[in-house]
């Protein structure tokens, strides 16, 4: 059965400061997915990793997957309050996303 | 572009009480997935489907049915509601991109209460 775990599931972290989210996942996959939710919205899509050894970055965040330690990380860099939401990675299997339970990220100012 | 659209966004309903929460999507996309969103548990699978006129269950499926008559509708049905189905919805669509990998997308979530 595939499982995704995420953590820390609450962060609170001070403006630009840098952090590092960990998502390990159970069995093999070569696919795996960052997204954010802001509080009462939907989710959006942030990377998408696909295979091992895959870097993605989009302004301060980077993704990293490491399919081997059936291991991605997600790295704030320099953190800033537009940054504070949930924050889920997901890992697809056959036919299905099986989530995380999310990471809730606030920084302060 | 409309993407994945749900109704409705709200509802109170009363245990005991049936309902239909219908998804809609525009991308021609092959697979459509409901999950349910509560908190400290992230976003669960209810049920999914691969195709038109196919169905599967996901994690959490007890107490939910679906269907897929038209390849861009996906239904999910509450036949008996309790209080413990109180919770957001989300319905989700994609499509396999071979060596692409495939992005999901999210409906904007329906908020359901059972009392």
Redo the contacts between chains.
Sequence with gaps: ELKVEQNPLFLSMQEGKNYTIYCNYSTTSDRLYWYRQDPGKSLESLFVLLSNGAVKQEGRLMASLDTKARLSTLHITAAVHDLSATYFCAVSGTYKYIFGTGTRLKVLA | NAGVTQTPKFRVLKTGQSMTLLCAQDMNHE?M?W?RQDP??????IH?S?GEGTT?K??VPDGYNVSRLKKQNFLLGLESAAPSQTSVY?C?S?SLIQG??????????SWLTVV
């Design positions: 697979y997935y999950y400290g548990m992230g976003l669960r699978l999914y691969v599967a996901g994690e989300f989700a994609s692409y990998g495939n992005t999901i997308y999210f409906g904007e979530g």
